[in-house]
């Protein structure tokens, strides 16, 4: 029986088990796929409080490392079923069965899909969602980029470095990216925009030799096809939140989970924190914090339950 089973091994995990770790609570991390979750997948950070740049990559790497020397256990499996309610809660993956006095849910998001026909089909094959993973396949191809928030210009950016065209496809005429983010794409001459615009087929054999995108004033429909050389095509469209383990066991609004400041949910002994949470800030910053906080409280609950609580902690 551990004390705290954490979901997931994104910045919200990782420093919920830094903090029980620190705690001594005997904790758990369950993670499926690498530690850092989606910041590990961006090239550089420089907005994270007292690291003036460092990749996502080395960040998730580091807070890993914190969490294990302060003793948390880690397990790398997909997780398929939760039992929250009562005083333990039962975490079952596709290899074991864990239970625990408390649990924190950090499973946070994933990246939307434009929902175009061909875009799962050629996922890998010349669709993209991780500059980092992808970018260095383009060296001096065209590349599409899909979205226009920080994260579609962040790339695009990054993505610049490698190829010799980056064209960003937006819906609006306008982008949603911060100013400072902005600036940079507008100045970089690599850097080109397709306003107004939406992916609507993505085509191909092997890998993907064409895009059709539409023109949403005009309805106008184009195609750009891979004439000598082959392009890449990067979505960057926000997230969706990993949510759907805890369907009708913890409030949600719009899938994502309703916390307190406390990161308590509904259900005694269970929190939340990271991007899963119905929040408007999401960083790695913001993310980090959620899982202290939730690290805390999840040490407190526990010595609540067994009447340990020390007086002033109240
Ligand atoms: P976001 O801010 O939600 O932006 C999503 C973008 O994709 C928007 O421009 C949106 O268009 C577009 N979009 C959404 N659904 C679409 C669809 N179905 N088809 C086509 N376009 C679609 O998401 P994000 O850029 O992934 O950023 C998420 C969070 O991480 C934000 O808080 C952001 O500040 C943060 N972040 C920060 C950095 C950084 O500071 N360096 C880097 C990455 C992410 P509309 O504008 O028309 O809605």
Redesign the pocket.
Known sequence: MYDLIILGAGPAGLSAGLYAGRAKLKTLIIEKAIEGGQIAG?TDVE?YPGIKMISGMEIGMTMREQAENFGCEFVSDTIEEVELEGNVKKVKTSGAEYEAKSVILATGAQA?K??APGEAEFEGRGVSYCSTCDAAFYQDLDVYV???????I?EALFIAKFASNVYII???DQ????KS?QDRAFANEKVHFIWDS?VEEIKGDKIVNEIVLKNLKTNELTSIKAEDEPFGTFV????IPETSLYEGKVNMDGGYILTDDEMNTNIPGVFAAGDLRKKT???VVTAASDGAIAGINAEKYIAEQEGTLYEGFK
């Open positions: 961006t907005n939307r434009i929902g899909v979205g226009g928030g920080d994260a579609a962040d937006h819906r609006r982008l949603r990216a911060s983010l939406a960057f469209i926000g997230y800030v999401r960083q």
